[in-house]
């Protein structure tokens, strides 16, 4: 069946460090790809999406780009925020699998 | 607008008790979804309601859970009797059509079974 393979956390960065968070993907079919993400006490949130090959989702500084030929949808940031402190989990539809969850700590 | 709220936000208990989880969607949003990550895992489905009527309830790990949406608003979740690897936090999900890329979600339940 579908799955999500996440990179596991959990993940350290200085403010204005460069972050990417992999996510690989094993799907039949075309799937869309989410990327959500889950503040402290809050629920998960849709941070941005890609629905068909090469399409690149972006959302708050965040970029993602629907890889089909590596199957890929990595997370990146230019240069994060304390505020960018949270949870990550990548996922894809229709039968929203998601991945395991990264967290990410930003050290002002 | 008020967003999804779940109660109660952490809940301890012992194994073989039974607790009740609970689910208010977002005001007209026809479709509630219940969600479930075990220790730190991936966020698994777990069932998906369309008004009051289980539109797919594939992922209930067991008979143990029951799930019911009387009315077609809030939802509750009913885990008789708990065991040690119910533990996880309990999400719920709404959204007004029937599409997984439109789903806003609660905080989250906390169940703790000990």
């Not at chain 1, 999406?49 to 990146?76: I, M």
């Not at chain 2, 719920?92 to 703790?112: D, K």
Request: hydrophobic residues 30%; aromatic residues 12%.
């Amino acid at each position: 069946g579908d799955s999500v393979t996440q990179m596991e956390g959990p993940v350290t960065l200085s403010e204005e460090a460069f972050l990417t968070i992999n996510c690989t993907y094993t799907a039949t079919g075309y799937p869309s790809l989410f990327w959500y993400v889950q503040y402290p006490g809050e629920g998960l949130q849709l941070l941005l999406k890609a629905t068909k090959a090469d399409d690149k989702g972006s959302n708050k500084g965040f970029e993602a780009t629907y890889r089909k030929e590596t199957t890929s949808f990595h997370l990146e940031k230019g240069s994060v925020q304390v505020s960018d402190s949270a949870v990550y989990f990548c996922a894809l539809s229709p039968d929203m699998r998601f991945g395991a969850g990264t967290r990410l700590t930003v050290k002002p | 607008e008020a967003g999804v709220t779940q109660f109660p936000s952490h809940s301890v208990i012992e194994k073989g008790q039974t607790v009740t989880l609970r689910c208010d969607p977002i005001s007209g949003h026809d479709n509630l979804y219940w969600y479930r990550r075990v220790m730190g895992k991936e966020i698994k489905f777990l069932l998906h309601f369309v008004k009051e009527s289980k539109q797919d309830e594939s992922g209930m790990p067991n008979n143990r859970f029951l799930a019911e949406r009387t009315g077609g608003t809030y939802s509750t979740l009913k885990v008789q009797p708990a065991e040690l690897e119910d533990s996880g936090v309990y999400f719920c999900a709404s959204s007004q059509v029937s599409s997984y890329n439109e789903q806003f979600f609660g905080p989250g339940t906390r169940l703790t079974v000990l």
